[in-house]
């Protein structure tokens, strides 16, 4: 039934490379992935040349989209470096990156020889907002699903896209099994849920697919998932990042046209040292931080509500008040707060009239009052 690697090397079988050999005989193509009617794939260049192998990258990209049966295909340009092709760098060699060059990654901002640097605005879409955290697990995905429905009670068109490729966990927050379809042009149309129009990568991959992806082909994903969506009329759309400060991370923050980014924290000292990571990433590449929101503050019992600093509550707003960055607000840990996000109903949602969603709408009405003060500023 699905679509096979053949079809799609067969469907390829015409693009040129820039030098005009057959994109399929040169060796450049690797990393084809056939998931039913989506084909994921990577083209190998090297990194100085990224720029004169953009429109063979689109080229590929509409070949496979034309393929009867694929509705989804995304083609991503990576530069693998070669040792004896280049002197290797001494500055940014760690971790899981090692040996792979990025397209966009360690440049300065708007590099002439990166195709995906330019910081355009995208049509329909007045303010584009990044919801980070330092690490994972501190409650980045459910405060931003909750902060784009708080918006969104503020009378604001929002849509929230899940960039957090490495764990897509929007699909399980608001519940959504059913995949995107796609228009007559094949652009992807978002899922509307709970009135926010919805796109996340875990619509269209498993987990771990997206894992093993690498740098490019996550900015490929992301800026495909930014560019070729049907959003609409959109106020705000609010991207949830993937957490930490890495390479990742600060490419996705440079090449992502934000208007703002939202750091969440928890009270720990740890996690509080990873939110100044995040601060310091959002400051290289200019991109103001609206403030810094501090989850799981306190202990809420969902019994007698009575309130516990177990974790000394507070770091946060000491924290902003240090780095001269606006402390957005405190949210309790709370039983109901972990039910309803585990259940696909956000507590914005299903308890409106609540404790919690009138923390959350707080919130997104300093969120949105920052918005318009640096609209109004630029
Ligand atoms: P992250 O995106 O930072 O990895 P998630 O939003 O997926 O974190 O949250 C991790 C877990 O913590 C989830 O089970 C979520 O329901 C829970 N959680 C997040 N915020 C709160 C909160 N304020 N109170 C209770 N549980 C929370």
Not at 96 to 102: A, E, F, K, L, N
Not at 216 to 225: D, E, G
Request: glycine share 10%.
């Amino acid at each position: 039934m699905g679509v096979t690697k053949q079809q799609v090397l067969d469907g390829l079988a015409k693009v040129k490379s820039p030098r005009g050999v057959a994109l399929t005989s040169g060796g450049a193509l690797s990393a084809i992935s056939v998931s039913d009617s989506k084909v994921f794939l990577s083209i190998n260049v090297d990194a100085a040349e990224a720029r004169a192998w953009e429109s063979t990258r689109a080229e590929a990209e509409a070949a496979v989209r034309a393929i009867p049966g694929v509705t989804i295909a995304m083609v991503a340009l990576t530069a693998e470096r070669q040792a004896d092709a280049q002197p290797p760098r001494q500055d940014h060699h760690h971790g899981r990156d090692q040996g792979v060059q990025p397209v966009t990654a360690h440049r300065p901002p708007r590099s002439p020889a990166s195709p995906m640097s330019k910081q355009s605005e995208i049509p329909g879409i007045s303010a584009v907002i990044a919801v980070a955290s330092g690490k994972g697990g501190v409650g980045k995905s459910t405060t931003a699903l909750n902060l784009a429905l708080g918006l969104r009670d503020l009378g604001l068109r929002v849509g929230l896209l899940d960039a957090d490729i490495y764990g897509p966990s929007v699909p399980r927050l608001t519940g959504i099994r059913e995949k995107p379809t796609v228009n007559d042009e094949k652009k992807m149309i978002p899922i509307v849920r709970f009135g926010l129009a919805i796109m996340s990568i875990g619509f269209l991959v498993n987990e771990e697919t997206a894992m093993i992806w690498r740098g490019p082909m996550v900015m490929s994903a992301i800026t495909q998932m930014l560019r070729e969506v049907v959003w609409g009329t959109l106020d705000v759309l609010v991207v949830d990042m993937p957490p930490g400060t890495g390479d990742a991370q600060l490419t996705l923050a440079q090449n992502v046209p934000l208007k703002g980014a939202i750091i969440i924290s928890t009270p720990q000292d740890l996690a509080l040292v990873d939110a100044r990571r995040g601060l310091a990433m959002f400051t290289k590449v200019n991109v103001p931080v609206f403030g810094i929101v501090e989850n799981m503050s306190y202990f809420q019992c969902p019994h007698c509500g009575t309130r516990s600093d177990i974790f000394g509550h507070g770091g946060a707003r000491l924290e902003s008040e240090r780095l001269g960055v606006p402390f957005l607000g405190e949210i309790p840990l709370h039983m109901s707060i972990r039910a309803t996000s585990d259940s696909g109903t956000p507590v914005v949602e299903s308890d409106p009239d609540g404790p919690h969603a009138a923390i959350y709408r707080a919130i997104g009405a300093r969120v949105r009052d920052r918005l318009l003060g640096v609209i109004a500023a630029a």
